[in-house]
């Protein structure tokens, strides 16, 4: 039997307060208008004790960009774990992941900001999201192999190809572009879904409603 | 038999001069810090005369624009209009577009920086060289549907799947990030064209050399 550390769970409560109200103080005056002190100030805290839960500024945005993009893996996870066939629980995979960049641009622009320069900076959480999401692909194409739906050679190679191919899709800087340029998006999500399917040696019939031509 | 009207040749020399002056500052100093007046005094002009020929400064910066991307289409268009199979013409012409983003992103950064704004504001030089791409590549489609090297049912579609699906290795904010990651690009780049010949439906042993895993 083991009994949660009251240290940790301290440490672990402390931090989560912390990322709350920026997360915020984001929301309302933008990550980057956000200072340390505006955080402790609100959590009646000074400066230093925050740096002893975060070692920099950096640090907070990245984890509040954790935060963001948990919700989208969680989201893509639930869709893994159906029952549907591969090639639709792909399809709706990808559309979900697609439809969060754009509802987050549209709807909660500070976070957008937020995605926008985690992606240019690199940050620790989002590399780690990605990396999440290219696990889940890699075990959904190896599905489809065992199904006989897809008919590839590598699976983890298709996999990478797959998030690769629809990085115009949820990619924030793109998503961006294209909204701004009023493209028919859906249309152009569904052709690129098609695309992807044929890669992974989808027959026509076999696709997904709704994605079919 | 026509004779070049002298006022128009006129004119065309001057939009000529105005670029190239243009484009010397932009590269020297960035396209940003590059103000009219600087380009008017270079050439002993008026900042008024410079706007005779070029309604804006976006109009100048847009054309400069144009002339980076003009040498890319040409080594597209060049390589499109081999004896080579189509397969092998794509791979060529897909890596050629790629190097050419790095090599600007690392050699010539001025010209960079202008074409992440173009792409940012949808600059009518870039959307047109966009089309350029896309006309060149759906003809290819074409002639690979004639061999017999491709199997797609919607030629048009599948040249927009192509662009969309390789736009990571050639979208200027994209590439940034990459060679920021580190990335080992050039195997990316293969094993993405691997994927999109999957999609084209070229088979196996038809992959263009360098290109085969």
Not at 106 to 114: G, K, S
Not at 144 to 156: C, S
Not at 181 to 197: L, P, S, T, W
């Amino acid at each position: 039997m083991t009994f949660a550390d009251p240290i940790a769970t301290d440490l672990e409560q402390s931090r989560t307060r912390i990322l709350e109200v920026a997360e915020r103080h984001f929301r309302r005056i933008g990550y980057h208008k956000t200072s340390v002190a505006d955080i402790a100030a609100e959590l009646g805290m000074s400066r230093a004790n925050i740096y002893r839960f975060f070692p920099s500024r950096t640090a907070i945005n990245s984890s509040v960009c954790g935060l963001v993009v948990k919700e989208v893996a969680e989201i893509v996870l639930a869709i893994a774990q159906t029952d549907a066939p591969a090639s639709k629980k792909l399809a709706d995979l990808l559309t979900a992941i697609h439809r969060q960049s754009t509802r987050r641009l549209v709807e909660d622009r500070p976070m957008h900001q937020l995605l926008v320069a985690a992606m240019d900076g690199s940050w620790a959480t989002i590399n780690a999201h990605n990396e999440d999401i290219l696990a889940i692909l890699k075990a959904l194409v190896r599905e489809g192999l065992r199904t006989g739906e897809f008919k590839v050679q590598d699976a983890d190679e298709a996999a990478r190809g797959i998030i690769t191919a629809f990085l115009p899709f949820f990619h924030p800087v793109l998503v961006e572009q294209r909204v701004q340029e009023g493209e028919a998006i859906a249309a152009c999500v569904h052709a690129q879904i098609r695309f992807i399917m044929t890669a992974l040696g989808t027959s026509d019939r076999a696709l997904p409603e709704g994605i079919s031509a």
